[in-house]
C-alpha cells in the first residue's frame, strides 16, 4: 500500500512540476505543450476513435508477431540447448542476428513484401524471436544436469524429456525471454510504424509530428508508456510471482 | 543367479590431455534383496561406476547385465536417487512422485494409488500437496526416495543421498531407510564416501580404492539390524574399513608418480 502512495506522489509532482515549467513559458506551447492541453488533446483523440483504432491496431500487429516469435523461439532455444551441431551451426548466426537492430530488416521487408502489414509483422518477428530464443537456450544451459538424468532413469522417452522435462523446467527462463521479446517487439513495430506504415500508434506519432501538434505526440508517448507498463505489471508481472511461489525463489 | 552382474569394467577419462583411469577391471555381483555398498575416497570412480549400471554412462569395456540381460541405457527398473534428490520444482511432492510412473504408461489413477503408497511408506502423506521448497532437505531426499522405490525398480541405485544433509536427519534417515528396505525387499546400490555411514546401512561394503579405480577389499556386514550410526558393533567394522582405505591410500601414493603423471 505505501508503495502505491509513494508512486502516486511521485507521478503527482512530476505533473505538477511539468505544469509549472510549462505555464513559466520557457519554451514556445506548442513546442512543450503542458500536461493540461495533453491531457485535453488525449481525450479528445479518445472520443474521437482515433486513439483507439490506433492502439488496437498496433496491438494486433504486435501480438500476431510476437505470438508467431515466441511460438517458434521457445522449442528453438531448448533444441539449441540441447542439440550440439544446431548449437554451433544455428546458434552462431542467431547471435549474429542477436547484435542487429531489428528495423535494419525493413528495407529487406519492404522490398520482399511490399509496403503492408507483412513488412511489419516481419520486423517485428526479427525483433523478438531472437531474443526470445536466447533468453530459452541459456535458460535450459543453465539447468542442473541431473534433471534430465533423473527423468531417463525413470524411463522417459527422448521427446517426452523435451515437453514434460525441459519445457517445463526452463518455464523461469522462458518468462525472462518472453517479456525481453515483448519489449523488443513494442519497439520494433513502433520503429516500424513511425518509418513507413500507415495506421497505428507510430503512424499517429509521426501525424503529430507533421501538424506540429506536440501534445499528440505527448499523448501518443503516453499511452505507449501506459501500455509497455500494463503489459509488464499485470500480465508478466503475474506470471512471475505465480512461477516464483511455486519454484520457492525469493519474490522481489 | 545373482541380480545384478558387472563384469571387466574400464573406463577412462580425459583430464588435461592425460587419460586417467577411473575404472580398472572392475567385477562385481549383487545378489536379489541385498543391500551393498561402494565405498571409497573421492576419485575412486564410485559415483561412475554407479552411473554406468544406471545406463547414464558407458564403460570403455566390460558389460553389466541385470537378470542376465545387459544394460543398455537407463531405464525405470534401475532407478537411481540423486545426491541433490533432482525433484522437479514445477511439480508438488505427489505429482514428483508420480512422474516416473506416469511416464511408464500408469493411468492418472493408478500413478496417484502407488505415489500415496509410497509417500505414506516415507512418512510424508501429510505434505503430498506441497510444493518442494516448503520442505526440509532432509524431507527433500524423502521424496526422492518415494519417487525411486514407486518404480519399483530391479535394483535401486543411490548416489550419496544423504551426504548433503545434516547429522540429526542422516541419522534419522539411515533408520528409516533400512525400514523401508526391509519392507519393500529391494536390492539396493549405494555409494558414499562415508564408512560409518556404509556399515550401519549394508549387507555388504566394497571398498574402491583411487588412481586407478579398482576393488580393493570387501567387508561384509552381519551387525544385527536395525542399525544405529553408534552402535559399538559398526563402529569397530568402520575402524577397520576406515584403516584398509589409508593403507590404500598410501600405498597408491607411492605409485601415483609411476602411474599418473600430471604436468606442472
Not at chain 1, 114 to 138: E, K, P
Not at chain 1, 164 to 178: H, Q
Not at chain 2, 75 to 95: E, I, M, N
Not at chain 2, 173 to 198: C, M, P
Request: proline share 4%; aromatic share 6%.
Amino acid at each position: 500500500m505505501a508503495d502505491a502512495v509513494k508512486r502516486v506522489a511521485f507521478f503527482a509532482v512530476l505533473i505538477l512540476l511539468w505544469g509549472v515549467i510549462a505555464a513559466r513559458g520557457v519554451w514556445d506551447s506548442t513546442l512543450f505543450p503542458g500536461p493540461l492541453k495533453v491531457a485535453q488533446t488525449l481525450w479528445e483523440q479518445f472520443h474521437s476513435g482515433a486513439l483507439v483504432s490506433a492502439t488496437a491496431i498496433s496491438l494486433r500487429r504486435v501480438l500476431i508477431g510476437y505470438g508467431i516469435s515466441l511460438v517458434v523461439g521457445v522449442p528453438l532455444g531448448i533444441l539449441l540447448a540441447r542439440q550440439r551441431n544446431l548449437e554451433v551451426t544455428v546458434g552462431t548466426l542467431v547471435s549474429g542476428f542477436q547484435s542487429l537492430p531489428s528495423i535494419c530488416w525493413l528495407p529487406l521487408a519492404l522490398l520482399w513484401f511490399g509496403l503492408n502489414d507483412r513488412a511489419i509483422l516481419f520486423v517485428v518477428v526479427a525483433g523478438s524471436l531472437v531474443s526470445i530464443t536466447v533468453a530459452v537456450q541459456d535458460g535450459v544451459k543453465n539447468l542442473p544436469p541431473t534433471y534430465v538424468k533423473a527423468a531417463q532413469t525413470m524411463g522417459t522417452p527422448p521427446f517426452r524429456i523435451y515437453t514434460d522435462v525441459l519445457l517445463p523446467a526452463s518455464l523461469p527462463s522462458i518468462l525472462t525471454g518472453a517479456k525481453l521479446g515483448w519489449g523488443y517487439a513494442w519497439r520494433a513495430l513502433m520503429s516500424g510504424e513511425l518509418l513507413f506504415v500507415s495506421l497505428g500508434l507510430g503512424q499517429m506519432l509521426m501525424q503529430g509530428r507533421e501538424l506540429a501538434d506536440m501534445s499528440q505526440v505527448i499523448a501518443v508517448m503516453i499511452v505507449i508508456m501506459a501500455l509497455g507498463l500494463l503489459t509488464d505489471r499485470v500480465i508478466f508481472g503475474s506470471l512471475e510471482r505465480h512461477v516464483r511461489r511455486k519454484w520457492g525463489l525469493a519474490t522481489g | 543367479m545373482p541380480k545384478l552382474v558387472v563384469k571387466g569394467l574400464d573406463k577412462q577419462f580425459r583430464h588435461l590431455d592425460k587419460r586417467v583411469s577411473a575404472l580398472s577391471n572392475i567385477s562385481l555381483e549383487v545378489q536379489d534383496g541385498e543391500f551393498l555398498i561402494l565405498v571409497g575416497p573421492s576419485g575412486c570412480g564410485k559415483s561412475t561406476l554407479l552411473n554406468i549400471i544406471a545406463g547414464l554412462d558407458k564403460p570403455d569395456s566390460g558389460s553389466v547385465a541385470m537378470n542376465g540381460v545387459p544394460i543398455k541405457g537407463p531405464g525405470p527398473d534401475r532407478a537411481l536417487v540423486f545426491q541433490d534428490g533432482a525433484l522437479f520444482p514445477w511439480l508438488d511432492v505427489q505429482k514428483n512422485v508420480e512422474f516416473g510412473l506416469r511416464q511408464n504408461g500408469y493411468s492418472r489413477t493408478q500413478a496417484a494409488e502407488k505415489a500415496t503408497h509410497y509417500l505414506n511408506l516415507v512418512g510424508l502423506i501429510k505434505v503430498a500437496e506441497s510444493d518442494l521448497h516448503t520442505l526440509s532437505g532432509g524431507m527433500r531426499q524423502r521424496v526422492a526416495i518415494a519417487r525411486a522405490l514407486a518404480l519399483e525398480p530391479e535394483v535401486l541405485l543411490m548416489d550419496e543421498p544423504f551426504s548433503a544433509l545434516d547429522a540429526i536427519t542422516r541419522e534419522d534417515l539411515y533408520v528409516e531407510l533400512q525400514d523401508v528396505w526391509k519392507k519393500s525387499g529391494s536390492t539396493i546400490v549405494f555409494v558414499t564416501h562415508n564408512v560409518r555411514e556404509a556399515v550401519t546401512l549394508g549387507d555388504r561394503v566394497i571398498l574402491l580404492a583411487a588412481d586407478p579405480g579398482r576393488i580393493q577389499a570387501e567387508f561384509p556386514v552381519n551387525i544385527r539390524r536395525p542399525r544405529h550410526i553408534d552402535d559399538v558393533e559398526v563402529a569397530r567394522t568402520a575402524q577397520q574399513i576406515s584403516h584398509a582405505m589409508k593403507v590404500g591410500r598410501s600405498s597408491k601414493d607411492n605409485s601415483t608418480e609411476q602411474v599418473v603423471t600430471f604436468s606442472g
